[in-house]
């Protein structure tokens, strides 16, 4: 193996480490922040408290990054809070998809309540990504691990 090919090795395994440590870490303060905006901004619950990032769609510790070639995957994996009853409705969605999609997934309430609206914090985290945090991120590590940009 000559000198450029243990070179992109190298770069490779250090991309790799890259995305798997600074950008999931990135990826998870994004949504961490979308859920704030777009979720929890969006109303203050009266019959409920929330969770918030204790336990709740906003925490760090309830979204998982996987390897998927390419890049990775973000998902939030947060339980439907059981402690205020789970609608019929939910038919087994996870927290996320009833938040994003929006609906008739509650106990309570009709659709004239802003809870029924759609809050597409996912999509929200993908275009931040999208609009240069990545990337940011990745060249941010790199340059931590020796490399140069210019």
Same mark, same amino acid.
């Given at each position: ?33 979308? @859920? +704030? ?14 969770? /918030? $990032? *204790?336990?709740?769609? &906003? ?26 009853? @789970? +609608? ?14 929006? /609906? $008739? *997934?509650?106990?309570? &309430? ?41």
């Amino acid at each position: 193996m000559d000198a450029l090919d243990q070179y992109l090795a190298r770069l490779q395994a250090d991309i790799h480490d890259v995305l798997l440590d600074e950008i999931a870490e990135g990826a998870k303060d994004v949504m961490q922040n979308a @859920v +704030s905006d777009m979720v929890y901004d969006a109303y203050r619950p009266i019959v409920y408290s929330r969770r /918030g $990032n *204790n336990g709740g769609l &906003g925490d760090k510790n309830n979204m998982s990054v996987t390897s998927i070639q390419d890049g990775i995957a973000l998902t939030n994996e947060a339980a439907v809070n059981t402690a205020y009853g @789970v +609608s019929r409705f939910a038919n087994g969605k996870s927290l996320a998809e009833i938040v994003c999609n929006g /609906g $008739n *997934n509650y106990m309570y &309430g009709d659709e004239s309540y802003s809870y029924y609206a759609p809050r597409d914090f996912i999509t929200l985290t993908q275009n931040r990504l999208d609009d240069g945090i990545a990337e940011q991120i990745a060249t941010a590590a790199l340059r931590k691990k020796g490399y140069r940009f210019e």
